[in-house]
């Protein structure tokens, strides 16, 4: 008896979850972002010669886990994954963070994950001793900061109680900017169509969502089915509705 109700209830929740929530009544719906003042220091500071530009190229290596953390990295353009390695191989994506997120941050003097270039990205090089010394600029690493670790709730959340659906959908969220988080604009007039462009292998994916290969696979190729996904091709997925994925994500 308990366990057909059971299985009544999950089937009535993914029923009720692969149903397209009507515009303005999503958890984000209404909310805005709050406008922070202007951070005229760290803009001063970027401007000077003592930052670099660096052009790097597709899963070129920033830093690895355990070097000395001597410069701190902002992300100018592209996107960087950060990961850890347990002693067997195994690899754990920590983070994925693109334009405008501070890297290499450390506490102990040595980076705690490796960083990796996902696509040809532009990264800004800082001396870690000039962020330290400035209470200016730390105004502006708190924000960053801040930011990073509101992500990393939200990813602990995702390893620890999400389904292989919703960790999936969650990760296409990850790459439609303004949607299904706070501040959300909700769907365009007319449409809500989307193309994500995934600059990650499977096997990388599956990595940061704490998942096998098979079964990122599995999971985008019944969202296809169902038609909430169509891939056009190895790296471009379209969503017909990102409402549709969104729902799907556990967070309504």
Request: include cysteine; hydrophobic fraction near 40%.
């Amino acid at each position: 008896m308990f366990l057909d109700v059971k299985m009544n209830a999950e089937a009535a929740r993914a029923e009720v979850a692969d149903v397209p929530r009507q515009p303005g009544t999503g958890r984000y719906a209404g909310t805005r972002r709050r406008t922070l003042p202007a951070d005229t220091a760290w803009a001063e500071f970027l401007a000077s010669a003592r930052t670099r530009v660096e052009t790097r190229d597709a899963h070129d290596i920033l830093f690895h886990e355990d070097d000395p953390a001597e410069h701190i990295y902002e992300v100018v353009s592209g996107q960087v994954m950060l990961y850890r390695l347990l002693a067997d191989g195994r690899r754990q994506v920590v983070d994925i963070v693109s334009a405008g997120d501070l890297i290499g941050l450390s506490m102990t003097g040595l980076y705690d994950c490796s960083a990796e270039t996902l696509t040809g990205s532009d990264v800004r090089v800082l001396e870690r001793r000039d962020v330290e010394r400035s209470r200016d600029l730390q105004t502006h690493v708190n924000r960053c900061l801040m930011t990073r670790i509101e992500s990393l709730h939200s990813h602990a959340v995702l390893l620890g109680r999400k389904s292989a659906q919703e960790r999936v959908a969650s990760f296409l969220m990850r790459f439609v900017p303004k949607r299904g988080v706070v501040g959300c604009v909700g769907p365009a007039v007319g449409g809500d169509e989307q193309t994500v462009v995934l600059r990650m292998t499977r096997q990388e994916i599956a990595d940061y969502l704490g998942l096998t290969i098979e079964t990122v696979s599995r999971v985008l190729s019944d969202m296809k089915r169902r038609g909430v996904i169509s891939i056009e091709k190895n790296d471009r997925i379209r969503m017909a509705s990102v409402c549709r994925v969104c729902k799907l994500t556990g967070i309504h």
